[in-house]
């Protein structure tokens, strides 16, 4: 393997999300003050109710097939055309189910018809999977990353052209389908593959499909463990609860792609090194999460203190409502990305099934604390049993990686991130009311001096970190 391939990787996939997230939130602000309140709730409701449907339409195949592929490049081929069909025969049957299950729920003909446009969406982006795979089990992740790219700038195109042209949510989701059409020919482009025409037997289909159940089940389970709390609270409060919610958790959802980004870039990694390094697997677990740590500190403290002028600058004053629930959800990040990397491990050392079981539980606890505390106090109580379920989730994850992989988890060192936070936490509190750019530029210039003055760049989590990324 190349010299410092693995630093590329991180380093293209770290600058697509830069990009894509520029491009995307951009759009997004527009996007919020267009719909306003109530719209933008039934936008993202249609999301959340269509989240599972996709995930069970991937069911986990391509997170099997990239860790097949790495295992055993040989067997690229014959993998990529399995999924091929795979995904194309789940995508249908879970569109079919989504749309059928909207009817007969009594859902509105406007919701009805979105959440059809979004089950061919579904379909469209299966037909796109192989190809997706077929780049990250090679480790072409430049690849990966100039289609998100495209993929982020189609979508902005579309859907500025959408709000120009005054459109409501049907066309803002069927401008979404076209570019998944566009993007299937730039997938098929870029990865440079032939896919086997020969038929492949429905028996090698559902083979593929048990091996990749336990992906599967961790994936549902993810689905409905980020987006049930929306759809709670269209059925127990309104439309406004879950437009308020929604602004408030594109911020943590940008935390969430950011993590997938990073951690991404190890799962081929990981997936070729269980079963001859497994010395070099526990090095990549214990040097990535204090960097992690570092990175969410920032960004959690940050968002607390400054939650309500950046909601009424990005989104109108219409969504300042928003700004509390803003400072509870940010604190679900730090979880987020210490999460990503040890997840990506247990996946790649065959410990799906506990994963799922874990996301599973945690999807049953989440459902349960938004019972409980969504009728009283509404979007406040889901955003505090989101933080609580992404903790707990921590937790769980921290004992299995323990047990797996037998990963020190030293705290040396930690004081330098924790003090570099609390200084960021003392400026942001002393410019409140300043203004938003001048508050997060002196929150982020005193966070980053304070790690340079308390000797991070000779740290010995910096110097582990250069070693790992030379790879």
Partial sequence: MRQSRLFRNVSALVLAQGVTKILNFAVSLVLVRYLGVEELGRYSYIIAYAFPFGALADFGLAAYSIREISRDPSRASEVLAVLRRAVLLLGGATGIVMVGLAVLTGHEVLTTACIAVVALTNLVSAATTPFVVSMTAREDLHLVSVYRV?????????????????????????????????????????????????????????????????????????????????????????????????????????????????????YPRLSNMMARDLDGVRDILEYTWKPMLALGLPVASGAFFVAQPLIVVLFGREFIDAAPLLQILIWGSLPILLINIPSHALNAANRAWTLAAVFGLNALVNVLVNFALIPRWGAVGASMATVLCEWLALVFVTLLVRREFKVPCSLEGIWRYVLAAAGMAIVLGLTSGAGLVIELSAGVVTYAGCLLLLGYLRSADMLAMRRLLAQ
């Fill in 150 to 266: 495209a993929a982020a700038a189609l979508g902005v195109v579309a859907t500025v052209a959408v709000l120009f042209w005054g459109g409501g949510i049907f066309a803002l989701f069927a401008a979404t389908a076209g570019v998944n059409v566009v993007m299937w020919f730039a997938g098929r482009m870029l990865a440079g593959v032939s896919l086997l025409s020969s038929p492949v037997p429905l028996t090698v289909v559902r083979t593929m499909v048990g091996r990749a159940a336990p992906f599967g089940f961790l994936l549902l389970g993810f689905a409905l463990y980020y987006r049930i709390d929306m759809i709670m609270l269209r059925w127990l409060r309104d439309e406004g609860a879950v437009g308020l919610y929604s602004a408030a958790y594109r911020f943590l959802d940008a935390v969430i792609l950011l993590a997938a980004t990073l951690g991404g870039s190890f």
